[in-house]
């Protein structure tokens, strides 16, 4: 993003307008973190400022300040469509194409709303006036420190833009662990807890408050868990009904990919979860190293996001999407090995 892009948008927000924020479906940590941190600095600054998720986000996220006031599309329609069709800037944060908000696609891209992305996946489509996409950022939420601050209002950044930014950061670092994490990700989050966020409490809220389903689901996935090992590669799959056996919740599996990641020797590891009400196959990947799942994904599973950490989806069975992951892994033996 220019200076010259940075001083328009300056020149937009002088005066209140009619504002949408929108994140992607299944929205996670950054999506939220990002999304809320964004919502309470323009309402600073006397906006009407709207958010709008394509559908619920887990029961982790729902102490972030300001999550109440998230709206959902898919459970009031009508609402979210005219909020953005009266909108004068649509922000999107946290996804670079349109179909990753699922049945919002065609309101948002029909919208004749002034559209701002935010954004650090790779190959962000052409459809925003000002884009501001950063592979090499930690997260969206780290992005929209660096956005509030390029407008010259870092001073403004209070407890719960402090607190929402924190969430975001923390959560798509892996608690600062991933390689995206830089020094300067450290030295954001020093001012943020300088500005009032609670480092301890953000992490409890996250991590640290599990149910005894979520617990044994988990326990489940882990049962499940399958290691390939010419390939580095680590697999779990969890069926609609092991879901149902323990009452699945959504964000219930967050994070138990990393389970298979963290096994010594691994550079590649899949979780594939079976949604029969949507009719697919959920799956994530993650890797270690320079093995990227972006491309692998894109490639074959319908997919895509980071090097070290994406998603797709299969429209075949539970069984015969493992097959054909195992079946591709061959033709991936140099780069895994290599590794």
């Not at 953005?84 to 919002?104: S, Y």
């Not at 953000?202 to 988990?218: A, E, G, P």
């Not at 270690?288 to 950490?309: M, P």
């Not at 429209?315 to 991936?332: A, G, M, W």
Request: charged share 20%.
């Amino acid at each position: 993003m220019t200076k010259t892009d940075i001083q328009s948008i300056k020149q937009l927000l002088a005066t209140p307008k009619n504002i949408v924020i929108v994140a992607h479906k299944n929205p996670d940590g950054d999506a939220i973190g990002s999304t809320l941190a964004l919502y309470h600095y323009l309402k600073k600054s006397k906006h009407n400022t709207t958010v709008i998720m394509p559908n619920d986000f887990p029961e982790f996220l729902k102490w972030a300040p300001g999550n109440e006031d998230i709206l959902k599309h898919d459970s009031q329609t009508q609402v979210c469509e005219g909020f953005i069709k009266a909108a004068d800037i649509l922000f999107t944060l946290d996804f670079n194409a349109f179909h990753r908000t699922g049945n919002m696609e065609t309101v948002l891209a029909s919208s004749k709303a002034l559209k701002i992305m935010i954004d650090h996946h790779q190959l962000p489509d052409n459809y925003a006036a000002y884009k501001f996409s950063d592979v090499s950022m930690s997260s969206t939420a780290e992005m929209v420190y660096h956005f509030i601050n390029m407008l010259g209002d870092s001073q403004n950044i209070d407890y719960n833009i402090a607190t929402c930014i924190y969430l975001g950061i923390m959560t798509d670092t892996g608690s600062f662990r991933f390689p995206s994490t830089t020094s300067k990700t450290h030295q954001i989050i020093a001012q943020l807890i300088d500005k009032g966020a609670n480092n301890a409490e953000i992490h409890n809220n996250v991590y640290d408050t599990n149910s005894y389903q979520r617990l044994q689901l988990l326990g489940c996935a882990l049962s499940n868990l399958k290691v390939i090992e010419t390939y580095k590669t680590a697999y779990i799959t969890l069926s609609q009904d092991e879901l149902n056996r323990f009452n699945y919740k959504k964000g219930d599996t967050e994070g138990v990919v990393n389970y298979g990641l963290s096994l010594q020797d691994i550079v590649f590891a899949a979780i594939f979860i079976e949604d029969k009400q949507e009719g697919i196959i959920k799956i994530s990947f993650r890797s270690k190293g320079n093995f990227s799942v972006n491309e692998f994904s894109r490639a074959h599973f319908n997919g895509g996001g980071h090097n070290n950490a994406a998603g797709g989806r299969s429209e075949l069975t539970l069984q015969d999407t493992v097959e054909k992951f195992i079946s591709i892994l061959p033709s991936y033996n140099k780069a895994l090995n290599d590794d």
